[in-house]
């Protein structure tokens, strides 16, 4: 299996708020983590380590549910609204269950992310993210998991 694109819903974004100025709100992103997945993925941690580095100058992503009035989850009309700056620091923290969480910073465009910062606002300050990757190589084990051996972040989604 080559070049297909996953979606997993990972863990949150929260706003810094000590960070922030007039045009950009900073995040601290929750991206993606090693080990097995909910959706019958593997990753390992030197998988993870190895790809770190993909996630940076990829988008922000989100989409207007009007339904609800909230950010929305992977919808084709999904749009940029920020970006993972290429001067980053990515750092790998442990989970409470044991894997390695890879964190990144992050950029919205205030001025430019339609109804975003109120629902940002609304919600004390942080919304769930989903990442989305590229998968370069992997292979199905016996047991039905999919091992992810290399991939490319394409796009962080803000739900």
Same mark, same amino acid.
């Given at each position: 299996?080559?070049?297909?694109?996953?979606?997993?819903?990972?863990?949150?974004?929260?706003?810094? /708020? &000590?960070? #922030?100025?007039? !045009? =950009?709100?900073?995040?601290?992103?929750?991206?993606?983590?090693?080990?097995? +997945?909910?959706?019958?993925?593997?990753?390992?941690?030197?998988?993870?380590?190895?790809?770190?580095?993909?996630?940076?100058?990829?988008?922000?992503?989100?989409?207007?549910?009007?339904?609800?009035?909230?950010?929305?989850?992977?919808?084709?009309?999904?749009?940029?609204?920020?970006?993972? /700056? &290429?001067? #980053?620091?990515? !750092? =790998?923290?442990?989970?409470?269950?044991?894997?390695?969480?890879?964190?990144? +910073?992050?950029?919205?465009?205030?001025?430019?992310?339609?109804?975003?910062?109120?629902?940002?606002?609304?919600?004390?300050?942080?919304?769930?993210?989903?990442?989305?990757?590229?998968?370069?190589?992997?292979?199905?084990?016996?047991?039905?998991?999919?091992?992810?051996?290399?991939?490319?972040?394409?796009?962080?989604?803000?739900?």
């Amino acid at each position: 299996m080559a070049n297909k694109l996953l979606k997993f819903d990972v863990a949150d974004a929260k706003i810094e /708020p &000590s960070s #922030n100025d007039r !045009q =950009f709100a900073t995040l601290h992103i929750k991206t993606f983590a090693s080990g097995l +997945s909910k959706n019958g993925t593997y990753v390992s941690e030197e998988t993870l380590r190895s790809t770190a580095h993909t996630i940076l100058e990829k988008p922000l992503i989100w989409a207007y549910d009007a339904k609800h009035h909230d950010a929305s989850a992977h919808e084709p009309s999904s749009v940029p609204c920020g970006f993972v /700056p &290429s001067v #980053n620091s990515l !750092q =790998f923290e442990s989970t409470e269950d044991g894997r390695l969480m890879l964190t990144v +910073s992050a950029k919205i465009w205030k001025y430019y992310s339609g109804y975003l910062m109120d629902f940002f606002a609304r919600d004390n300050l942080q919304k769930p993210v989903s990442v989305e990757i590229e998968v370069i190589d992997a292979e199905e084990r016996p047991d039905g998991i999919l091992d992810i051996k290399d991939f490319n972040y394409a796009a962080i989604s803000i739900l």
